[in-house]
Antibody, heavy 119, light 107 residues
Framework: QVQLQESGPGLVKPSETLSLTCTVSGGSVTINGYSWSWIRQPPGKGLEWIAHMYYGGNANYNPSLRSRVSILVDASKNQVSLNLSSVTAADTAVYYC???????????WGQGTPVTVSS | DIQLTQSPSSLSASLGDRVTVTCRASQSVTTYLNWYQQKPGKAPQLLIS???TLQSGVPSRFSGSGSGTDFTLTISGLQPEDIATYYCQQSYSTPRTFGPGTKVEIK
């Protein structure tokens, strides 16, 4: 059974860089046909797709965040990471990582990690 | 980017009712449309992929249909555990996009 576990700082100051890690267990991040995604959900709001990446492939980003975000799939650690720079209060959200079956939806999710941007 | 709209934004129904949620895409996504259920404080769960494929373990009262730009999620016989927000999402192109959600409550 694939399991995903996000980890992060919880609290980040405005203008700093947010770094999140998703540790995958019960499966490999190198699996063919699947990419690894980050999604976020501001308090009381809907889901926003941030980025995804296939192992060894190119990353795709939400155009609204492209200038500030980067995603990396690390096979040596079986992890997926996300960096978001120059954060503001608008980046306060629960951040989820998920596995994306090509054309087939996000089939496994982590439990989410809450991030608050505040001084 | 492909925009998704959902209707209604919320609904209230009685136990045992048939509930229908619709999702409309701004351009064709063929059948690459997925449905998720999210309960408060929990991560979303994939219910239906590729418009109509029920995921393993999901009750058969859930079903999906549609193609192109118009899709439907149906709950045939609403149960107390179905109280949640439902999201559609397209996996036809990047950026992946979600609909705004439909909140289902018990009347």
């Amino acid at each position: 059974q694939v399991q995903l576990q996000e980890s992060g700082p919880g609290l980040v100051k405005p203008s700093e860089t947010l770094s999140l890690t998703c540790t995958v267990s019960g499966g490999s991040v190198t699996i063919n046909g699947y990419s690894w995604s980050w999604i976020r959900q501001p308090p009381g709001k809907g889901l926003e797709w941030i980025a995804h990446m296939y192992y060894g492939g190119n990353a795709n980003y939400n155009p609204s965040l492209r200038s500030r975000v980067s995603i990396l799939v690390d096979a040596s650690k079986n992890q997926v990471s996300l960096n978001l720079s120059s954060v503001t209060a608008a980046d306060t959200a629960v951040y989820y990582c998920a596995r994306d079956k090509r054309f087939g939806g996000l089939d496994y999710w982590g439990q989410g990690t809450p991030v608050t941007v505040s001084s | 980017d492909i925009q998704l709209t959902q209707s209604p934004s919320s609904l209230s129904a009685s136990l045992g009712d048939r509930v229908t949620v619709t999702c409309r895409a701004s351009q064709s996504v063929t059948t690459y449309l997925n449905w998720y259920q999210q309960k408060p404080g929990k991560a979303p769960q994939l219910l239906i992929s590729v418009a109509s494929t029920l995921q393993s373990g999901v009750p058969s009262r859930f079903s999906g249909s549609g193609s192109g730009t118009d899709f439907t999620l149906t709950i045939s016989g609403l149960q107390p555990e179905d109280i949640a927000t439902y999201y559609c999402q397209q996996s036809y192109s990047t950026p992946r996009t979600f609909g705004p959600g439909t909140k289902v409550e018990i009347k």
